[in-house]
């Protein structure tokens, strides 16, 4: 199967290692280019590195910058809030991945929210999405499951 993890935070990263070392083809997507380039290079933050350099490199994963290609190939789209404590940005944060979500999807999805709280926001997602569809005028579907729990590292 081909998954896209939305971010490359630590949690992002220990998922996504998960979903590769049980032979699906992950793509980390991060709107920081410059990061993913280093990332690419082999320069890593601390956290970065303690993941990244414990995947097997026969493991199939990958990064990339370009939201709309990295959908264009998932059957999947893991979204979660990143390092931010304060919930209000977090969900913010996933309401703004949920929103990039809907504006580059092109075929049918599985969006999984593994948001802490995600039972309380998966109608705002779910919104949010289709909102985008709409200002596309595209009739694509997708489903949005709650699991916060799923490959919680």
Sequence with gaps: ????VMGIEYNHLLSG????EMGNEVTYISNDHKR???IKRGYYNANEAMVIKSMDITDSFGF???????LSRANMCFISEGVSENSDEQIQ???NTAKAVGKNMTHHMFIIDRSQE???HVAQIKEVIQQELL???TTLTFEVIAN????RA
């Design 64 to 70: 990339s910058a370009d939201i709309k290609k990295s």
């Design 1 to 4: 199967m081909k998954v896209t």
């Design 135 to 137: 200002k596309r005028n």
């Design 93 to 95: 944060e996933i309401l």
């Design 148 to 151: 916060p729990n799923f490959l």
């Design 36 to 38: 993913i380039e280093n």
């Design 118 to 120: 995600s039972m309380s």
């Design 17 to 20: 290692k998960a979903l590769a």
